[in-house]
């Protein structure tokens, strides 16, 4: 079946440092893939999502490509701020007969320190 | 802009009692799912529904029901609570393939305590 591995946390960062959180997936179709952020105390929301193969998803400074070859869905950011600290969901979403179905990977948590 | 909503939002139950979790959107969805969180393990799907009327079992479906009466709401049923249903609940909804590709939109959880 269909699984999301992302690298486990936490990820502690001084503002305006690098960012690279894993993900790599497996599936058995061509699912979409997704970055959804959690901020302490909220839901989550989406953050990023690319549909096919090479496509770049990008938003608020963060960017991923889905990369078929590699089965993996990086995402970075070039410059953190402390407003970024917050926990970070690979998912991957594939249609079935029963409508889309969506893994979430164990999620990443992000702390940023001024 | 309301999108979904979940009540209540905090609950302590003893074990063995019961409650209802309620989620409503207004974004006209026709798919809407029921999500629990719990630390290291992301969310673990409960139950979903393709459609008024229509519920499907999930990942992690024992010791919960569901409902679909209406096309906005979906309710969450926990018959004879559980200390391992103390969890973070979250409710989502998407729209239909073709006018959208799996984007989930969430609402802001309900945390539940079971003593």
């Known amino acids: 079946g269909n699984s999301v591995t992302q690298m486990e946390g936490p990820v502690t960062l001084s503002e305006e440092a690098f960012l690279t959180i894993n993900c790599t997936y497996t599936?058995?179709?061509?699912?979409?893939l997704f970055w959804y952020v959690q901020y302490p105390g909220e839901g989550l929301q989406l953050l990023l999502k690319?549909?096919?193969?090479?496509d770049k998803g990008s938003n608020k400074g963060f960017e991923a490509t889905y990369r078929k070859e590699t089965t993996s869905f990086h995402l970075e950011k070039g410059s953190v701020q402390v407003s970024d600290s917050a926990v970070y969901f690979c998912?991957?979403?594939?249609?079935?007969?029963?409508?889309?179905?969506?893994?979430f990977g164990a999620g990443t948590r992000l702390f940023v320190k001024a | 802009n309301a999108g979904v909503t979940q009540t209540p939002k905090f609950r302590v139950l003893k074990t063995g009692q019961s409650m209802t979790l309620l989620c409503a959107q207004d974004?006209?969805?026709?798919?809407m799912y029921w999500y629990r969180q719990d630390p290291g393990m992301g969310l673990r799907l409960i139950h979903y529904?393709?459609?008024?009327?229509?519920?499907a079992k999930g990942e992690v479906p024992d010791g919960y029901n569901v409902s679909r009466l209406k096309k906005q709401n979906f309710l969450l049923g926990l018959e004879s609570a559980a200390p391992s249903q103390t969890s973070v609940y979250f409710c989502?909804?998407?729209?239909?393939?073709?006018?959208?590709?799996?984007?989930?939109?969430f609402g802001e959880g309900s945390r539940l305590t079971v003593l």
């Open positions: 998912a991957l979403s594939d249609q079935d007969t029963g409508g889309f179905k969506t893994i």
């Open positions: 599936a058995t179709g061509y699912p979409s």
């Open positions: 974004m006209n969805h026709e798919y």
């Open positions: 690319a549909t096919k193969a090479d």
């Open positions: 989502a909804s998407s729209q239909l393939p073709g006018q959208g590709v799996g984007e989930l939109f």
């Open positions: 529904s393709v459609g008024e009327g229509t519920t």
